[in-house]
T-cell receptor
Framework: KAGVTQTPRYLIKTRGQQVTLSCSPI?????VSWYQQTPGQGLQFLFE???????NKGNFPGRFSGRQFSNSRSEMNVSTLELGDSALYLC???????????????FGPGTRLTVL | AQSVTQLDSQVPVFEEAPVELRCNYS??????LFWYVQYPNQGLQLLLK??????LVKGINGFEAEFNKSQTSFHLRKPSVHISDTAEYFC????????????FGTGTQLKVEL
């Protein structure tokens, strides 16, 4: 079974631009979560989607948004890019939405975003 | 809100020696605990997880971890490391009712030397 795929793997943008990252979960998985990884802040949760609905959101400004499609694929968008948005963006998929019991998440290889 | 502390940012160890990577957490509710490994320029790979039941959890590549509720710890151990274990290791926690949101520690760089 194919793993989580993320496109593109590398991206270079300039300040003020916007960017869209894509994530395809493992076949059959319906939950997708996004994380930002930076040397300074480490791994931070952005948001979680399940059945096209945002279920949970981290502490990020409104410039960070996401959505999920009916086939469970997800995109995240960052508008008005800042230098500090340079990071590895990781997507994780799981079979179920987390509830009383957390479901195991499987991570993709990430998209490396560089903002100049 | 939950938090995770990995006290050791780097752990050097010789090949075939045992290793322990420490993880402590803080939460006001029940938690689920995970260890992930990240190799250079790759995503995170799940090593093992504790959801309930036996406090000793065995994972892939010969790793194991023990959940200690009184100490709020979930230390990762391996009796004999290999050069290929060189990577960064992350401890993570998810709270009951918190969905799939993971809170990660700052990571421990394990460097295995010959």
């Amino acid at each position: 079974k194919a793993g989580v795929t993320q496109t593109p793997r590398y991206l270079i943008k300039t300040r003020g631009q916007q960017v869209t990252l894509s994530c395809s979960p493992i076949s059959g998985h319906r939950s997708v979560s996004w994380y930002q990884q930076t040397p300074g802040q480490g791994l931070q949760f952005l948001f979680e989607y399940f059945s096209e609905t945002q279920r949970n959101k981290g502490n990020f400004p409104g410039r960070f948004s996401g959505r999920q499609f009916s086939n469970s694929r997800s995109e995240m968008n960052v508008s008005t890019l800042e230098l500090g948005d340079s990071a590895l963006y990781l997507c994780a998929s799981s079979l179920r939405a987390g509830g009383l019991t957390a479901d195991t998440q499987y991570f993709g290889p990430g998209t490396r975003l560089t903002v100049l | 809100a939950q938090s995770v502390t990995q006290l050791d940012s780097q752990v050097p160890v010789f090949e075939e020696a045992p290793v322990e990577l420490r993880c402590n957490y803080s939460s006001s509710v029940s938690v689920y605990l995970f260890w992930y490994v990240q190799y250079p320029n790759q995503g995170l790979q799940l090593l093992l997880k504790y959801l309930s039941g036996s406090t000793l959890v065995k994972g892939i590549n010969g790793f194991e971890a023990e959940f200690n509720k009184s100490q709020t710890s979930f230390h990762l151990r391996k009796p004999s490391v290999h050069i290929s274990d060189t990577a960064e290791y992350f401890c993570a926690v998810s709270e009951t009712g918190g969905g799939n949101k993971l809170t990660f520690g700052t990571g421990t760089q394990l460097k295995v030397e010959l």
